[in-house]
């Protein structure tokens, strides 16, 4: 009779990420990297919009994609990883955004005709990031995804975890309240 636990004994490496076989290892290494040849930059711009600085958005993107790696033998649905990360990317914002507090950067100036039309592009765009960023998070995150990223309410639904429904209220709540802070201004 084997009184050890499946996960090994104790000081073992069963159950770690790297205890798995060769090929279970390379077929998750290779979904993983196909997953992020395909998904880090547009994942990286959500993160990016969301947090307001492109390192600690590369930092998030990154621990998700690290994430997923570990945790890819659990996953009941390998089909589901893209939403699996990106909902990694929206939890990390989060989190980063309770660790700090800070001030908007300054954005990437677009190529522009004039130094007046630069002045007013930037101004108006800093304008409505900053009442992007004043919104709760779930109507921040609503709008990113839908006007952002341009996903549609069933894929926002999915990456959020909330109902259509919820998607379709706090879409018309956040673009209300944007609204109002942009008239404010």
């Known amino acids: 009779m084997n009184l050890i636990p ?4 104790p000081g073992s ?52 994609f690290c994430g997923l790696y570990r945790r890819w033998q659990h996953l009941a649905d390998t089909d589901r990883a893209l939403q699996y990360v990106r909902s ?12 700090t507090s800070r ?20 101004e108006e765009r800093r304008a409505v990031m900053d009442a992007l960023r004043r919104l709760p998070d779930r109507q921040r995150e609503v709008l990113v995804l839908r006007f952002y990223l341009e996903q549609s309410e069933a894929e926002t639904a999915r990456a959020m975890g909330i109902k259509h429904s919820t998607v379709r209220s706090t879409t018309h709540r956040g673009l209300t309240a944007l609204g109002r802070e942009l008239r404010g201004m």
């Open 88 to 99: 990694s990317v929206l939890n990390g914002c989060r989190s980063a955004l309770r660790r």
């Open 103 to 122: 001030e908007l950067p300054a954005w990437h100036q677009p190529t522009v005709v004039s130094a007046e039309s630069a002045a007013l592009t930037g």
């Open 6 to 9: 499946a996960t090994g004994a």
């Open 13 to 64: 490496r069963a159950g770690h990420p790297d205890s798995a076989p060769a090929t279970a290892r390379d077929s998750r290494g290779a979904a993983v990297t196909a997953l992020y040849r395909e998904h880090a930059l547009g994942l990286t711009r959500l993160a990016h919009v969301m947090l307001g600085n492109r390192a600690a958005a590369e930092d998030v993107v990154q621990e998700a």
